[in-house]
């Protein structure tokens, strides 16, 4: 090898011993916070699971608490905080009140329930609803379903018109709510009874060709 080359090679040595001397702390420093992030989003990512286990783990024992009608079972599913399991706990609890004739508790209950799932908040307002129109609230149940539009909440909604004497109003829904379901539903024949007693009937479904 020629000594130009020799120097060369020297030269570029030293130039990349020099820029070491000069970015080496901000060069160890970068790789020990890759290092420390790394580490954090697995401590962060490890932590949520563990969070996750020890709430289903609280839910199931919640359950539980309700079944064996435990007199402290609203406190524990109170304790689950906002979480789908304290919805999903709290709709058990209420029904677990209903078969004990416990309906003002069972109200109380459901209404305590603010989920951000759209559809566990229909089954919630489903099942109040009912519960008022029982409990000759009929009105408050209707304005609890002013803009529901499943076909379970419109059955509803005609039972609480019904309820009312809002009979037109009632065929209204009851049909709307057919019109939602399939025409093999086990729902229909119940929502079908429910028009007729209203003073409707129910469209013949068209046959396929």
Request: no cysteine; aromatic share 4%; hydrophobic share 45%.
């Amino acid at each position: 090898m020629a000594i130009d080359d020799l120097l060369d090679e020297h030269e570029q040595s030293e130039r990349v011993l020099q820029w070491l001397r000069n970015n080496g702390a901000g060069l160890i420093g970068g790789i020990v916070l890759g290092l420390a992030a790394i580490g954090g989003w697995k401590w962060w990512e490890h932590r949520g699971e563990q969070t996750q286990l020890e709430l289903s783990n609280q839910y199931q024992a919640t359950l539980d608490a309700i079944k064996a009608k435990d007199k402290n079972a609203p406190a524990k599913v109170k304790a689950l905080a906002d979480s789908t399991y304290h919805d999903l706990a709290a709709l058990e609890l209420a029904r677990s009140q209903v078969d004990a004739r416990q309906n003002d508790a069972a109200i109380a209950t459901l209404r305590a329930i603010r989920s951000s799932d759209p559809a566990i908040t229909d089954v919630v307002n489903q099942r109040l609803a009912r519960l008022l129109i029982e409990a000759k609230q009929a009105d408050a149940a209707l304005k609890l379903l002013a803009n529901a539009s499943s076909a379970g909440a419109m059955e509803v909604r005609g039972d609480a018109q019904f309820a009312l004497g809002q009979l037109e109003q009632a065929r209204a829904s009851y049909s709307q709510a057919l019109a939602k379901l399939d025409v093999a539903s086990q729902q229909r024949r119940v929502i079908e009874l429910k028009l007729n007693q209203a003073g409707g009937a129910p469209a013949t479904p068209e046959a396929k060709s």
